[in-house]
């Protein structure tokens, strides 16, 4: 099971001092916050995509492109890729370029995002969100997987006789997660090509999540890539951590009232209670994490939203520091001592590059049967 973070970029002013930091130094935080993980032996980092304010990731590849040299065995990924809003042709050959630079270290996962004004910035219409989701990335599997295409639909020009440059590294594109939080459209989709599903599991409730899954799964199981339990599934999270829970309750609580994507609405207690935002002890974020197998089953990819809602650098650094030091180690051990031995591991490019040598599925497929 791979264990990371992901990060929205959100420049947030701290509600404790009133400071908002700048753009630049938001994006170097980012990528400080990066490193750490590795320092401290995460698995993943993931950056969202964004081009409205108060948010900085416009560009995921030239921060995944930049990390790619400052780092040796993190797998960097995408916590959003725009696929209605990105031409196909850029995305493939923008991810095949960095998987090159990344030695194979790469995957990402596709969304819809939430900001709708987004569509228009980029001549797109918010009504065709989820028919450009299913044309765009049917285009972007034909573009790394067969090396001269030919082309036409609904959203774009045609394209004839074209190859996308560079080709996937090792003949084998990077893994793609489908992100959704609420549209069985696209866990139809991740189910159809036998990708992964991520589910970013903030703001819902676990029921809501469970059906969710089961839906990935079952469709999963009906392309015939495996058994349900067998699809590749990945969780987000939220936590902030001090080792008295009391502590932790009463320093995040100013940066819950004011964050931009949940202030001003329930109490943290409501939230804490209603979704899986945990702020504690390090015990009760192993308890409450280990907790999401019983209404997802076992899955892959474990991913914490840490910095976030204004606060400070140095503080999110002590939440890594926590996290990789009392959490992780004790989830790793859990999570697989509970795994039966059929459920796969979350794909690598070095598993996915020996699946392909061998014929076998490797956990993506280009579609049924595929």
């Known amino acids: 099971m791979q264990f990371g973070i992901f990060t929205v970029g959100d420049v947030t002013p701290d509600p404790?001092?009133?400071?908002?930091?700048?753009?630049?130094?938001?994006?170097?935080a980012m990528v400080t916050i990066a490193l750490k993980a590795e320092e401290i032996g995460l698995d993943v980092f993931a950056t969202g995509e964004h081009h409205n304010p108060p948010f900085v990731p416009s560009s995921p590849t030239t921060m995944l492109g930049y990390l790619a040299a400052r780092t040796e065995r993190l797998i960097l990924s995408t916590s959003t890729t725009l696929i209605t809003t990105n031409d196909p042709v850029k995305i493939a050959e923008d991810y095949a370029m960095l998987q090159h630079l990344a030695d194979g270290r790469v995957d990402l996962m596709m969304g819809r995002g939430n900001t709708g004004p987004v569509y228009p910035w980029f001549g797109q219409d918010i009504r065709n969100g989820i028919p450009l989701a299913i044309e765009n990335y049917a285009l972007l599997r034909r573009l790394w997987d067969e090396e001269v295409v030919d082309w036409e639909g609904k959203f774009r020009t045609p394209l004839q006789g074209f190859t996308s440059t560079p080709r996937p590294l090792d003949g084998v594109p990077p893994f793609v997660w489908h992100g959704s939080i609420r549209s069985p459209e696209i866990a139809e989709q991740a189910a159809y090509y036998g990708d992964g599903f991520f589910h970013n599991n903030i703001f819902w409730p676990a029921e809501h999540t469970r059906r969710m899954v089961e839906l990935y799964r079952r469709r999963f199981a009906h392309y015939g890539h495996g058994s349900p339990d067998q699809a590749i599934v990945g969780l987000g999270g939220q936590v902030f951590m001090r080792r008295n829970s009391q502590d932790a309750v009463r320093e995040f609580r100013p940066y819950f009232d004011n964050a931009p994507v949940y202030g001003h609405g329930p109490s943290l207690e409501d939230f804490m209670t209603q979704t899986p935002l945990t702020v504690g002890s390090p015990q009760q974020v192993i308890d409450r994490t280990l907790g999401f197998r019983e209404y997802v089953g076992d899955y892959q990819r474990q991913l914490f939203l840490m910095d976030h809602a204004g606060l400070p650098l140095k503080t999110v650094l002590e939440q890594l520091d926590l996290l990789g030091e009392?959490?992780?180690?004790?989830?790793?051990?859990?999570?697989?001592?509970?795994?039966?031995?059929?459920?796969?591991?979350?794909?690598?490019?070095?598993?996915?590059?020996?699946?392909?040598?061998?014929?076998?599925?490797?956990?993506?497929?280009?579609?049924?049967?595929?």
């Open 16 to 28: 404790t001092t009133g400071r908002t930091p700048g753009e630049a130094e938001r994006i170097k």
């Open 326 to 370: 009392e959490v992780v180690p004790v989830l790793r051990k859990e999570f697989a001592a509970r795994r039966p031995a059929h459920v796969p591991d979350a794909p690598t490019h070095a598993s996915r590059v020996a699946a392909a040598s061998a014929g076998t599925n490797g956990g993506a497929t280009a579609g049924p049967g595929r």
